[in-house]
C-alpha cells in the first residue's frame, strides 16, 4: 500500500478538471466493447423470450457453455491484439 501522503481523495473541484474526465474515459473506450457485449447478452438472455431457452441449454450442457467461453475469451483478446498493433502503428507514423 501507498503511504498517507500520496493517496489523494477525490472533490468535487477535480470534476471539473480535464484530467478527470480523461482518466475516466479511457477505461470506458477500453472496455467499450466487452460492455457492450455484456448489454447485448443482457438483452438477448433475459428479455427475448427464445434467450430463456437458449440459456438454459448453454447452462445445462457445460460443452456448449465451455464453447461459449472460448468464443468471448478469443474475442477479447482478438481486440486487445487489434489495439495494441494500432498503437505501435500510431507510435511509428509519428516518428
Known amino acids: 500500500m501507498q503511504p498517507a501522503s500520496f493517496r489523494q481523495k477525490l472533490s468535487w473541484k477535480d470534476i471539473f478538471k480535464a484530467d478527470f474526465w480523461r482518466y475516466l474515459l479511457k477505461p470506458i473506450w477500453l472496455f467499450f466493447p466487452s460492455i457492450l457485449f455484456l448489454a447485448m447478452a443482457w438483452f438477448c438472455f433475459w428479455n427475448l423470450t427464445q434467450g430463456k431457452d437458449l440459456m438454459q441449454i448453454t447452462l445445462e450442457r457445460p460443452d456448449i457453455f465451455a464453447y461459449f467461453i472460448i468464443a468471448q475469451v478469443y474475442a477479447m483478446n482478438r481486440s486487445l491484439a487489434y489495439n495494441k498493433e ?8 509519428g516518428k
Open 86 to 93: 494500432l498503437k505501435r502503428l500510431i507510435a511509428e507514423i
